[in-house]
Each structure stands twice: as C-alpha cells, then as structure tokens.
C-alpha cells in the first residue's frame, strides 16, 4: 500500500468529532476486503475483525479516524459566523486560513480587527463566507454545523511530508496498512481493526469500542510530538527516528510486557525505532487499557512537526517502521 497515497485521500475529507461519517465511509471501502467482518457500533467507531484460528490472544489495533474543527454558535446580522473549537485549536496557528464546511461551503477563519495575537481564542474569531448579510449566510450555514480548516497533504525533501490532520489520518494509513500485511497471514488470535471517533474530545470512541472487544493486547497508532526544532521542549523522539513505542504520557503508563516485546522485536528485525514519553497529552492508549478488565496497551506514535496546525510534518519512514513493527507484533502474538 503507498501511504501517501492513501494520505491524500483520506485527509481530502473533513470529518470534525462527532461527525465522522464521511471519513468513515472512506475507511470502510478500504477496509472490507482486508477484513472477515466490518462494523460500525452506536457510538459510530468502524470495527473490522480479521478472524483467527481462535487459539491466540485477541489483539484491538486502533487510530482515530476524527479531527479538531469548528462549531458554528451564531450568525451576525453581517453575514459573519461566530464559531465555538472542537477539540484543542491552536488559532495562532489557524488564523487567517482557508476553512470548509461539512456541507462543502468555503470560508475564511480570521480574528475581530483589533484583536491582538496575545488574546487570539474562539471568543475574538469568526468564519467569513463572502455572505452579504445574515440571511444569505443562512442558505448556506447553520447553528451546529461543523467546518475545519481546509486539508491536503504534499510533499517536501526526502520521505518527508505536511499538510493536515496527519493528526490522524496517518494513523488511519497505518492501521490500513497493517491490515494489508495481515490480510494472507493465517493467525491463532482475532485482530480487530478500530477507527475510533471523538478522540479530539476526550477520546471517547475507543473506550466503548474497547468494552465490547475486550482485547488481551491492544495498539494505538497516532501522531506524537517531537524534540528536533528550535527551542522545543526536550524530548527524544525526532522526524526519521523510526516508529516511537510509547512508554508514557500523560494519559497512560503502558504496559511494560508491551514495551519490551515492541522494542526487542524492533531490533530484532532491524526496524527503526525511538522510544516516546510525552509529557503532555494523551491518546486512545488510556481509554484501551481501562476498558472492561482491562487490557495490555501500548502505542506505535508517529512523529510529528508543528500538531494542530495546517502544516502537520512527518516521515513516511516512521510511517512504515510502525507498519512493520505492527505486523511483526500481532504475528509473534
């Protein structure tokens, strides 16, 4: 599978939390024949299951397949669109820029005239849609509609490449991926591959998800930061690193046998790979870990440039060491 390809697709489509339904007909399309059965649950997680001989450990591998965006709280009598985030903006980052709705209206989000960069939150914002006055931006816009900044992705030197939500549609790549690589193996235990929704707000997709597989060993693959830019915080994960087996964030202490079993497996077969604590932030690992009776969870992160911006940078390298390092962990389970 070329990911990068599969990348252009997938971050094509906007998909806020909570309105997932267009990405996740995307996944399901290329899923199903990867797959023995595919799903989606109430809470409207994508669920496929790769069937084993039924003599191994259940393994749940999981990306969320939702992004950070936009709610629309109020129209002016001007035409513009006052809005509320979804998920953790960063509107230094955001202002200024090209912005879709999920109906498909485009926009531009800036900040009030006077607003200083220091005061630059979802009170001093607004979406321009080019709407003459309030009733004209009604034929197009809705209180509780979503929009997101615009998306794509290109490519820069090397393996490297930006754009938006890598934050997780790298994730979701990487999951497919895998699930290629499986497709001819024949396993003892049933894989289940989990596109989670709502992670942005408080990772609430995978929780449920997790409840209902009750999986011996779990996997999250998502997007984590990065040491290797002027003045960032120390850390020791970098873009080209090789995939980072997560020890910890904030969230989540993982588990140790997962670890261990990621890291001696990464050497063993020669596959690049970095060890990640990140100090700040969480993902889909805490809510596997908790659910049910609990299961032995770990992360395969993806490094990643500038998170919760338009110019998302990763290595497609780290990209495929997670790929690998993912394949040969569900085979040796």
Avoid: W
């Amino acid at each position: 599978m070329n990911l990068y390809t599969t990348l252009q697709r997938l971050c094509a489509v906007p998909s806020v939390s909570g309105r997932e339904e267009k990405i996740r007909a995307v996944l399901r399309e290329r899923i199903e024949p990867l797959a023995d059965e595919v799903r989606t649950d109430n809470l409207g997680n994508l669920i496929a299951v790769k069937k084993g001989s039924g003599v191994g450990k259940t393994v749940m591998l999981c990306a969320h397949m939702d992004e950070i965006g936009f709610l629309v709280t109020f129209l002016e009598d001007s035409g513009m669109i006052r809005i509320a985030p979804v998920g953790g903006i960063h509107f230094t980052a955001t202002a200024f820029g090209s912005v879709i709705s999920e109906k498909g209206v485009r926009g531009v989000l800036v900040p009030n005239a006077k607003t200083k960069a220091a005061d630059y939150k979802a009170d001093n914002f607004y979406i321009d849609i080019g709407a003459k006055n309030r009733k004209e931006a009604e034929r197009k816009v809705a209180v509780g509609d979503f929009f997101v900044a615009e998306g794509g992705v290109r490519r820069l030197a090397g393996k490297r490449i930006t754009g938006r939500p890598l934050d997780d549609r790298i994730g979701c790549a990487v999951l497919l991926a895998i699930a290629e690589e499986l497709k001819a193996e024949r396993l003892a235990g049933d894989v289940y591959y989990v596109f989670s929704v709502q992670e942005e707000v408080g990772c609430r997709g995978a929780l449920p998800a997790a409840f209902g597989i009750q999986p011996d060993y779990s996997l999250c693959f998502d997007v984590t930061a990065t040491g290797d830019t002027p003045d960032a915080s120390v850390m020791a994960c970098e873009l080209g690193g090789g995939a980072a087996v997560k020890i910890k964030d904030s969230s989540v202490i993982c588990h140790e046998e997962v670890v261990t079993r990621l890291c001696n497996l990464a050497e063993e077969k020669k596959i690049r790979y970095q060890r990640e604590i990140l100090t700040a932030g969480g993902t889909d690992t805490s809510s596997m870990q908790l659910a049910g009776g609990g299961s032995r969870a770990g992360a395969l992160s993806i490094p990643c440039r500038y998170i919760h911006s338009g110019v998302e940078t990763c290595d497609l390298g780290d990209a495929e060491a997670c790929v690998a390092l993912a394949a040969a962990f569900v085979k040796e389970l």
